[in-house]
């Protein structure tokens, strides 16, 4: 289905003015009431609350209705609260146990019995930051908590969404400390522009830059952006908007769904509130190839005579280590033996270290919370780190009855030291491939400053990682300030309204320096950038909520937004320093600076939805959204999408006395979004090149065809879903099937260069996405003190590339770098198809060899596999017994494949333990010769294990595994302290855990590397490993207090 | 309090309005893009000057040096310390393919930018500026098909066409010669493209706007192509266009030469020299002058030889025999290092202790080439010290002096040809003396004495052009093939066209001494098609693939047939 065109371009603004002033005046009139009393008369009220077994429920939210005023209950279960004596009721919540409110009256004492998996009120913040009724929705949602994201902490917190949600597929970053993950929900959509989520904090959405990086088969560095400037030890809560469906609302740039964080609050209580939090965890890595330790440096199964010949021979192909004498790379003979810890010894233990002070107080009128956080993470590598701070302040207001301001302000800076680049020339790739007989600790001496600047190691290459740790210094600060103010004026108790501006503004630094004397890069160069992302956003909602008749609720808003969203950048790059020693600008003879004025993106929308319930088991939702943007040509800058779902609860009908069944619910959701394109996309323009060969003015044509005539490009998704609870809510299930099609994708279609441009840009192509989803869990456990809740989710996505465009087959993603390897969409293929080579064949299908007898590789590139995995699952374990709680996640990643350029280097350079066979005596190929006449004949030639692994690591299908991997993922022992043991003291509560990161694998297809890692986060990111870091496991201490 | 309401009001509501779509237009226009109207048309000259011969690194790197000078036998890798084997090229990578493919496919679109712009109805409408460029075309779509074989031609850069059809070679040698035609008519007698904005004057970085050097080009491209196409099947406009070139007027002075001037100044990623690659790698990344050149210049005491190359270091190197399979091979491959630098009349010693062979050559004495296509196993024993590299003229880093200039088209070659033509009795000119001020002009393009020239065009057997008509076409087939060291495409073609030199036109045999690559060890013949090709125009590539031959590099163009 196309989007049509709404063909009034002022509609957008006509309409934003008219509602946003509509109802300004009222918040006008309302400031004018006075200020209510400050300090009302307060009352204590206590109480215990249990469960049905009688049970005491520890760390029950209680709050006073319509404030922020709370607390939460003790080991004891029980709890004590001032509130103002005009509160009129208290709701309790709980995980699992769902909400109940329980009016105060003249009561003071008040005890509560929750029931276990009355979660059918369970609320969950949707789209626009709507709370809703989990049972109205008609799609798929997510909800994650703050323990979940700040126990095991990880300095990205979309990390410990892994095997938590369904649906999500999270590629984590190895570039080390700062790197980002790739976020991937319910399949990828767009060929070429960004597949990851919007992420939303406080209903603002935040510049991502930076989050799709890397991915270069050379020399990778993978930054962070978007959800990694986000304090973990902030976020409340992560909301996981599915797709179009949950995020229609969102508009165009929720097409891959969103995560929607909502950071914590300030809360009424009695005196100041102190939390400190401290977290501290060591990282080795979880593994590291298998190496051989039999056969040292040489070639042939010899070592060479002279310096020259032996650095130039640098593999493992020597004679096997004897201990003798021989030749090594420093001059000096050396017994020749095997180093078997050479690239162990390489890393060290990183210490990271988090901590988190929150200060926070507040009565019914006014309330703040403040927190700083420090990060220090060491790579596990020398030389490399990561120092961030965090600073948030968030008050709110109550300016009069019906007025409220709600404004927050965050300032986070960040400092990298050192990111470690993967790649074919990343600094991995200098130690994974080390001989066998070269000692780590001889490296150290990197270079030999009375002779020269160069690095000194055993090839002739000269690469060495500690020269390159020590010299090519990497140097990246991150600053973003994040704030918004919203002011919210309830008109009557069933209409309210709110406006809101909010701003985002990212500040990236970035210093690179290759010093004088890099193996390929003698001369050395240095470049800097600046840039600077801004978003802001002023919207505002209007909510009605009213019961029409006693069955019958409508609630309706009407909203609207203007976001614009701004991009400079300047940056030099300059080579070639005249006195080798000091890396400064002036001392460079050659520098290119470039400057991009700033590029402003606007686009304006109005929205609304209507969702009318009947008699608390029908729900029926509908939504609707205009855009208008800067981004694409006037006759199609405005797009309309709509969705709509129904939710139905049959339980009422099928067992009216839930016997089995607490719940069984049937949704449907339809919806559309349509999606615009960056700036400057439409005209063709020349540009002027800066250094003009011999000082001529040189211009030149940008080399694709814009389009004047782009239209927005459409995602569209249907959504069924079925839920159950059942066995007294011990037990639930939630099914989704969906799919999602995009079409009339903005692509740069690639043509033939004879047609004097190297692409045409137009709108073409459809890609879906089909999936399911499944979640399951209960508590199979639960007695006095002892409870057990475990939690199963699956999901399967296939993708398909169904159309591309006449006579285009596919679209490549990456190659590697001699091109044996490319990633690909393929039409009637999928997303990340991996093509490659194999051994060369006759008609016969025998492997043909050369006169030499070694085996050839195929001319032509065939389909080995997909980097998409077919299934992902978790399962996550909850056991507590009195305060002592064991969480372990264990998720799993079947299905795809990936080619691992390091397992390829491995063998061809010898390292290996596959690389151990044929050492003695060689092998003869089972192949053919072809002869002059092209007839073919049995091949008897014998060719060394250096030849043969040679050829063999040459071939892509050689190195392409299964991604299949189960892994202990994370795993969380705490002990809550009991209230008893605190009484005396001034902590009011105090906790520590044990917390691990993967720990172990339970399965893994593939030696040598981890097939998850990447090299990057963008579209190019996936499918090749090469010279990744070494995943890390973490294990630590988190420490919990309370004052 | 109520100002506070007012002032988040104004805010609002200010931001609400500045959001109309009103200036959407606008905001969307990239600021740092011009419009036809602010410029002219000769800034869109100078860039596909540049790229036809000196592009930036990338393929600098992987088509010019890598497959060009190296196919052409001028330059060799894979001595011992080499980064690169030196059957690189030989067995096909795509990746370097698709660089090579990438580079001159891509190339026609900035030229077809500016023939457009200046073509008639275009923004700067300037016909002399169109001749200029139809002679660019020329040149550009002659390097292409000669490394490729049948490209796209009569439909490429045809708005209406997205998928153009490959022309055979035939028809594309015609299509050439009836543009050049076409620009040397409109040239007729004038001298500039126009005054002001309308002269391209130092945008022209060939001929400083000379119109008459231009068509002095035109007519000079003719005849070589007349002369490549000579003898191919179905080749009727050969010879008319060999006489007609002839009569209209080649290059002839010293000031006619076709050069582009280095930038010294400029990065790598604008525009490369060889210094880029030959100093950014240390010595890993150098490379020597290939063994048949240096013969041919030493051999007849040719003065561009220390023009071209410089001594080989000598020293002190170790050979050690290995263990395992290769050790049989072992005196063989001493025996072949032993030949070769005998047959350079190098003076060295040997001495041979158990299984470690030291060989002492004289520092800096010795004019040496190292044989092409040696192979990985022979490695250890091709080393460094044996071999001259190319002169510092050549392979100098930017930012220090002067950088030997790219080769367009020398007024040397001009005159081989015309040797040519005279020896296949075309035209009138006396061969013998052709084919010396050939080799005068080319001694002079490398700053020879005059004195120097004067020898060796009287003393040396090479400057004598005599013996049977297949003796005198070899003596000037390599002469050109000499002359054109440094433009390795051209010198490539001319080992094709001719087979000579034959050490080179001959290919390898002795595998265990050479690497046979993926076409058994005979010479390459064409590159084989970039994956973007196969990728973007499938079917056109395989139609082309069924006339021409298979997508292979021993597959031979139509003129080399």
């Known amino acids: ?1043 | 309090m109520k100002k506070y309401i007012k002032f988040l009001t104004l805010l609002f509501a200010a931001t609400f309005l500045t959001q109309c779509t009103g200036d959407f237009n606008d905001i969307n226009v990239n600021p740092s893009g011009f419009t036809s109207d602010e410029v002219s048309g000769k800034f869109f000259l100078t860039g596909p000057q540049v790229r036809l011969y000196a592009p930036d690194r990338f393929p600098y790197w992987r088509a010019h040096l890598i497959h060009g000078d190296r196919y052409a036998g001028h330059f060799t890798f894979g001595f011992s310390g080499c980064w690169w084997s030196d059957g690189l090229g030989y067995s096909y990578s795509s990746a370097y393919t698709d660089a090579s493919w990438g580079w001159l496919s891509g190339y026609i679109g900035g030229l077809d930018n500016y023939m457009k712009l200046v073509q008639a109805g275009g923004e700067f409408d300037n016909p002399y500026m169109h001749a200029i460029g139809t002679i660019m075309r020329g040149l550009y779509f002659q390097m292409y098909t000669d490394i490729f074989g049948m490209i796209p031609y009569s439909e490429a850069v045809d708005a209406d066409i997205t998928l153009p059809k490959y022309d055979d070679q035939k028809s594309i040698y015609a299509g050439i010669i009836a543009e050049l035609d076409e620009a040397i008519a409109t040239i007729g007698d004038a001298e500039k493209t126009g005054a002001n904005v309308d002269d391209v004057g130092e945008n022209d970085l060939y001929y400083g706007g000379d119109l008459q050097k231009w068509k002095k080009l035109a007519n000079s491209l003719k005849l070589r192509m007349g002369m490549r196409a000579l003898g191919a099947q179905g080749a009727d406009f050969a010879e008319s266009a060999i006489t007609s070139a002839l009569s209209s007027g080649v290059l002839e002075a010293e000031g006619d030469n076709c050069l582009l001037e280095k930038d010294i100044t400029i990065s790598q990623w604008g525009s490369a020299t060889y210094g880029d690659v030959y100093y950014n790698f240390g010595r890993g990344s150098d490379w020597k002058v290939g063994k048949t050149l240096i013969d041919n210049l030493r051999n007849f005491d040719d003065p561009r030889l220390e023009m071209y190359a410089d001594p080989a270091p000598g020293g002190v190197v170790t050979i050690t025999k290995p263990d395992g399979t290769e050790a049989a091979l072992h005196q063989k491959r001493l025996d072949f290092i032993y030949q070769t630098l005998d047959d350079a009349g190098a003076e060295y010693t040997t001495e041979t202790v158990e299984d470690v062979t030291t060989i002492t050559m004289a520092e800096e004495t010795y004019y040496i080439g190292q044989p092409t296509r040696i192979n990985g196993e022979t490695n250890p024993y091709v080393a460094y010290e044996f071999w001259s590299k190319p002169d510092e003229r050549v392979i100098r880093r930017k930012n220090t002096n002067e950088i030997f200039p790219e080769i367009v088209f020398t007024t040397a070659e001009a005159y081989f040809l015309r040797a040519e033509a005279a020896v296949r009795g075309l035209g009138t000119d006396d061969a013998q003396e052709m084919y010396q001020k050939g080799i005068e002009q080319s001694m002079k393009l490398w700053n020879v004495a005059d004195a120097d020239i004067g020898k060796f065009l009287s003393d040396s057997p090479m400057a004598q052009l005599t013996g049977s008509q297949e003796e005198m076409i070899e003596k000037i087939a390599i002469q050109r093939w000499i002359n054109n060291y440094t433009d390795g495409f051209e010198a490539w073609a001319i080992v094709r066209d001719y087979g000579y030199p034959k050490e080179l036109a001959e290919g390898v045999a002795d595998f265990d001494i050479y690497a046979p690559g993926d076409i058994n060890g005979k010479y390459p013949q064409r590159m084989r098609y970039g994956n973007q090709a196969l990728n973007t125009n499938g079917a056109n590539v395989n139609t082309a693939i069924s006339v021409q031959g298979a997508d292979q590099q021993d597959t031979k163009l139509w003129w080399a047939k």
């Open chain 1, 1 to 1043: 289905m196309k989007l049509k065109p709404i063909n009034t371009i002022s509609l957008g603004c006509c309409i934003l003015l008219a509602l946003g002033i509509v109802f300004l005046p009222h918040s006008l009139a309302a400031a004018g009431e006075t200020y209510a009393n400050l300090l009302e008369k307060e009352i204590t009220i206590t109480g215990s609350v249990q469960d049905t077994d009688g049970n005491p429920l520890i760390g029950v939210n209680i709050t006073v209705q319509g404030t922020g005023i709370g607390t939460i209950t003790d080991l004891d279960g029980s709890y004590t609260l001032a509130v103002p004596d005009d509160a009129k009721a208290l709701v309790f919540s709980y995980t699992g146990f769902g909400i109940q409110t329980i009016s105060i009256g003249t009561q003071r004492v008040i005890d509560v019995t929750m029931e276990f998996g009355t979660a059918l009120d369970e609320v969950v913040v949707t789209a626009i930051g709507i709370s809703r009724e989990k049972k109205a929705l008609s799609y798929s949602i997510t909800e994650i908590g703050s323990d979940e994201i700040s126990t095991v902490k990880d300095h990205n917190a979309v990390n410990s969404l892994v095997g938590k949600v369904s649906g999500v597929v999270i590629s984590q970053g190895t570039g080390g400390p700062g790197a980002g993950s790739r976020i991937v929900i319910r399949g990828n959509n767009s060929i070429t522009s960004n597949n990851q989520p919007l992420i939303v904090v406080d209903g603002m959405p935040i510049d991502a830059s930076g989050s799709n990086s890397g991915g270069s088969v050379y020399n990778s560095n993978v930054s962070g952006g978007g959800i990694t400037d986000i304090n973990p030890d902030d976020i409340e809560s992560i909301s996981v908007l599915k797709g179009p469906n949950a995020a229609a609302l969102y508009g165009s740039r929720a097409s891959n769904g969103v995560l929607l964080i909502t950071t914590k609050k300030g809360m009424a209580r009695n005196g100041l509130g102190v939390s400190f939090n401290s977290n501290i965890t060591f990282d080795n890595p979880m593994f590291l190839p298998e190496y051989q330790n039999e056969y040292g440096q040489g070639t042939g199964q010899n070592v060479p005579a002279n310096i020259t010949d032996l650095k130039s021979a640098s593999s493992s192909w020597g004679p096997r280590l004897d201990g003798s004498s021989q030749l090594y790379y420093t001059g000096e003979q050396r017994p020749y033996s095997a180093q078997p810890d050479n690239v162990e010894n390489f890393f060290r233990t990183a210490a990271k270290i988090v901590n988190t002070v929150a200060l926070e107080g507040g009565d019914q009128r006014y309330n703040a919370r403040f927190s700083y956080t420090n990060n220090k993470t060491e790579a596990v590598l020398p030389n490399s780190d990561l120092n961030s701070h965090n600073f948030t302040l968030r008050s709110q207001l109550s300016l009069t009855d019906r007025l409220s301001l709600d404004a927050k302000a965050t300032y986070f800076t960040q400092e990298l030291n050192n990111k470690v680049s993967q790649g074919s020339e990343g600094i991995m790739a200098y130690l994974y491939y080390t001989p066998r007989n070269v000692d780590i600790e001889d490296l150290k001496t990197y270079q030999i400053p009375s002779e020269s600047l160069d690095a000194v190691s055993y090839s002739s290459l000269g690469a060495n990682p500690y020269w390159l740790l020590q010299h090519d210094r990497n140097y990246n600060r991150r600053e973003k300030l994040l704030s918004f103010a919203k002011l919210q004026y309830e008109f009557t108790p069933w209409l309210s309204a709110f406006v809101r501006i909010g701003t985002d503004v990212t500040n990236i630094k970035g210093e690179s320096i290759t010093q004088p004397g890099h193996h390929f890069n003698k001369p050395g160069g240095l470049s800097a950038s600046n840039s600077r992302n801004m978003e802001t956003n002023a919207d505002f909602l209007l909510m009605l909520n009213k019961d029409v008749t006693s069955k019958v609720n409508l609630s309706v808003n009407l909203g609207g937004n203007a976001s614009h969203r701004t991009g400079e950048n300047v940056r030099f790059t300059s080579s070639d320093f005249k006195i080798p020693t000091r890396p400064i600008l002036a001392n460079t003879r050659e520098n290119q600076p470039f400057y991009t004025p700033l590029t402003e993106k606007k686009v304006n929308s109005v929205y609304g939805s209507a969702s009318i319930s009947y008699d608390g088991f029908a729900y029926l939702d509908i939504t609707g959204r205009n855009d208008w943007s800067s981004t694409l040509p006037e006759q199609n800058r405005s797009y309309f999408y709509p969705s709509v779902g129904v939710s139905l609860l049959l339980n009422r009908f099928i067992d009216p006395n839930s016997k089995t069944f607490n719940m069984i619910k049937v949704r449907g959701n339809y919806a559309e979004v349509g999606n615009d394109t960056d700036p400057y996309q439409l005209n063709t323009l020349y540009f002027v090149a800066q250094d003009g060969y011999l000082g001529r003015t040189t211009l030149s044509r940008d080399n694709v065809r814009k389009s004047e005539s782009l239209r927005p490009e459409s995602i569209n998704s249907l959504e069924f879903g079925l839920e159950f609870r059942f066995l007294k809510n011990r037990a639930f299930a939630d099914f989704s099937w969906y799919k999602i099609a995009s079409e009339d994708l903005i692509y740069d279609v690639p043509v033939p260069a004879a047609t004097g441009f190297g692409a045409f840009r137009e709108n073409i192509g459809r890609m879906t996405n089909t999936g399911i989803e499944l979640l399951v869990g209960g508590s199979p456990v639960r007695t006095n003190n002892f409870n057990w809740d475990i939690a199963l989710n699956f999901s399967k996505n296939s993708n398909e590339l169904e159309e591309l465009v006449e006579d285009l087959e596919s679209h490549t993603l990456n190659t590697t770098n001699s091109g044996n390897v490319a990633i690909r969409a393929t039409v009637g293929g999928g997303y990340g198809d991996i093509y490659g080579t194999t051994w060369r064949t006759n008609d016969q299908g025998q492997v043909i060899v050369n006169a030499n007898g070694i085996p050839l590789a195929s001319t032509d590139r065939t389909l080995l596999g997909n980097a998409q995995p077919d299934w992902i699952g978790g399962l996550t374990n909850t056991v507590t017994y009195k305060g002592v709680s064991l969480r372990f996640l264990i998720d799993a990643r079947i299905g795809g494949q990936v080619y691992s350029a390091t397992n390829a280097a491995l063998d061809g350079s010898g390292s290996s333990v596959e690389s151990l066979q044929f050492r003695e005596g060689g092998t003869v190929v089972d192949g053919v010769v072809e002869m002059d006449d092209g007839t073919f004949v049995q091949n008897t030639t014998s060719i060394t294990a250096q030849q043969y692994w040679g050829a063999h690591s040459g071939i892509g299908a050689n190195y392409v595994f299964d991604q299949d991997n189960i892994r202990l993922r994370e795993f969380v022992l705490g002990y809550t302290l009991p209230t008893s043991l605190l009484s005396n003291s001034f902590l009011q509560g105090a906790s520590i855990g044990i917390i691990g990161r993967n720990l172990f694998f339970l399965k893994k297809d593939i030696t040598h590397v981890d097939p998850e890692a990447s090299l990057g986060t963008g579209n190019n990111g996936m499918g090749i490993l090469s010279a990744n870091l070494p995943t890390l496991r973490s294990l630590g201490v988190n420490i919990s207090l309370r004052f």
